[in-house]
């Protein structure tokens, strides 16, 4: 079983960028497809970004795209997603997952390993 650890949230202004990342212990994390969602209080988790096992393939959440650039080190276990441009909107906490598959997917239930999340504040 694949053990994910997430860092690098904290408090910016809109308008500023964070980098977070997921690191992952384990074997086998090249083959898979990884994700990350958010939970913002009171609200179901969200698909946010994903990518294939090889890192060949990306695909965004709609209200992300262009600001958001999700990339892995499969040589160094880790998965990152850049945050650009951030908004209040953007204000969760971010897990990254592992996906079932090594292809990139954006299916809640296709994802079988999680971080424990770290929390992402953008002020207005």
């Known amino acids: 079983q694949v053990q994910l650890v997430e860092s690098g949230g904290g408090l910016v202004q809109a308008g500023g960028s964070l980098r977070l990342s997921c690191v992952a212990s384990?074997?086998?994390?090249?083959?898979?497809?990884m994700g990350w969602f958010r939970q913002a209080p009171g609200k179901e988790r969200e698909f946010v970004a994903t990518?294939?096992?090889?890192?060949?393939?990306?695909y965004y959440k709609d209200s992300v795209k262009g600001r958001f650039t999700i990339s892995r080190d499969n040589y160094k276990n880790t998965l990152y997603l850049q945050m650009n441009s951030l908004k209040p909107e953007d204000t969760a906490v971010y897990y990254c997952?592992?996906?079932?598959?090594?292809?990139?997917?954006?299916?809640?239930?296709?994802?079988?390993?999680w971080g424990q999340g770290t929390q992402v504040t953008v002020s207005s």
């Open positions: 997952a592992k996906s079932r598959a090594h292809a990139m997917n954006i299916i809640y239930s296709l994802y079988d390993s």
């Open positions: 990518i294939s096992g090889s890192g060949d393939s990306t």
């Open positions: 384990g074997r086998t994390f090249s083959n898979y497809g």
